[in-house]
């Protein structure tokens, strides 16, 4: 085994950046090093984004959504459509939602889905404020945008027997052929549900 290269400093950014999703130690000494290299154009401005993000975000106390500001801006937005609540499981598909331009109403994060292997149930998930949010006067469509797996449609189903008594529509994501796709492609699954699920053209 060799030492180490670099000084503790240096081989402890390393590891920390190793923990980032994506990277691997490999690329994690390649942007130590890129870091370094570019120390007043990059390191220090990145160090400074994260200290702002550490004062400063916060959970949105309506929706579960990470924000600088509570309301988050979404929930704060007069422009948005508060008849339609978007549920999703975790803020990476809000931001992804967000980003397709896919809707104009509010969200909200339950902080995963049901998993009994995982021990996940529906007291760790934000699905009670759900619950409340939906029998709010204004809401009229509660959108279930969950991932089209096991757990998530569970959890669909789960959230859809609760919102019963509530006077909204439920609805989910479309299952089916992906914009672009080919039919030759496909799983059997995926094909199955786009069949199933036609529409009129
Ligand atoms: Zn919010």
Known sequence: MAGATAGPEIERLIQLLARLPGLGPRSARRAALHLIKKREALMAPLAAALQTAIDKVEVCKVCGSIDTQNPCTVCADARRDRAVIVVVADVADLWALERAHATNGLYHVLGGTLSPLDGVGPQDLAIGALVSRAHGP????????????????????????????????????????????????????????????????
């Open 138 to 201: 204004e809401v009229k469509e509660i959108i279930l945008a969950l991932n089209a797996t096991v757990d998530g449609q569970t959890t669909a189903h789960y959230i859809t027997d609760l919102l019963h008594e509530a006077n909204v529509k439920v609805t989910r994501l479309a299952h089916g052929v992906p914009v672009g796709g080919e039919l030759d492609y496909l799983d059997e699954g995926t094909l199955a549900a786009a069949i199933r699920q036609r529409t009129l053209f």
